[in-house]
């Protein structure tokens, strides 16, 4: 697996234009992409280190014979993982009418198919680390960011011994204190709805901090492990493994339920609010609107709401 070089700046999208073969795209394509996030330094390209988009946009360079950037639903931190990312790349009429060559089969099928052999030339010794679901054409005015309605994570906890399974280690956190789900369902219900989750958030400059926290929830399954479901129209830098680390302390006794949503309102963030390790957290699924007219006003409304860096 080979590190990124450095790209050409894009303050929209952190490198190239997404458009396809150096005219006016025609043909956009969504991904639906899963990765461990454990062999990479985070969703976001960076010179010399080894993303999740690096690769990706790597091997669609070997496919379509130029550079291309891809947007993506959300970007994810060093060593998260993902089951539901969702990215899409604009190619020309041209790219994609080539796609199939003498195949029987579709454009998308042929590019998924290709993408998995490419990633494998690309990834190497960590070949499987990437797999791109499907491809699919997407209605008109899709947009993998902006038309996203939300984003759903899971996290998972092991609060005892006996549920440490050294198999689930890499995708889960092995607490040494016991935890009262009771407690922190108390106090997670607490800051559902639209909020200023600054508190939680490492802010980007001149972005906003306002999310609709729209579940934040604690489950204690069958076989004893916590299991934790966050969902919002979008997260801030940290926000979720910040919600996680500082659930933990009322979990843990040290705090009371009522303190996370006194934090949010006073808007504090000093060395209480520390992260949650990153290797349990999944981006689980993102959520989209069903036609062309919905996915393009969320788009529109969610451009206005968000600074595009």
Known sequence: MSAEK?????????????????????????????????????????????????????????????????????????GVHARGQVVHVDLSDQEWER??????????????????????????????AIEVRRAVVPPA????????????????????????????RGITLWHKAALDVGRMNGAAAQLLGLQDFLAFCKPREGSTTVRELQDFSFERTPEGVVV????????????????????????????????LHERMLARVRDAKTKLAPAHPLVLEEVGYPDTAEELAARAEQTRALRDPA
């Open 141 to 168: 005015g899709f947009d993998a960011r902006f038309s996203a309605l939300w984003r759903r994570y899971s996290y998972r906890i092991a609060d005892r011994p006996q549920h440490w399974d050294p198999t689930l």
């Open 228 to 259: 934790v479901h966050v969902r919002a129209d979008a997260f801030c830098h940290n926000m979720v493994r910040a919600l996680v680390g500082s659930a933990l302390r009322v979990g843990e006794g040290l705090e009371r339920p009522e303190w």
């Open 6 to 78: 450095a790209p050409v700046p894009d303050p929209g999208n952190g490198g190239l234009p997404a458009s396809g073969g150096g005219g006016a795209a025609s043909v956009r394509v969504r991904l639906d992409v899963a990765y461990d996030g454990g062999p990479f330094s985070g969703w976001a390209v960076q010179p010399g280190l080894p993303t999740v988009q690096g690769c990706l946009e790597e091997a669609l360079a070997l496919i379509l014979r130029r550079p291309v950037r891809v947007v993506v639903a959300g970007r994810t931190d060093a």
């Open 99 to 128: 796609l199939p060559r003498r195949s029987d089969s579709g454009p998308e099928e042929v590019l998924a198919r290709r993408l998995r052999g490419a990633l494998s030339r690309v990834l190497g010794e960590e070949t499987g």
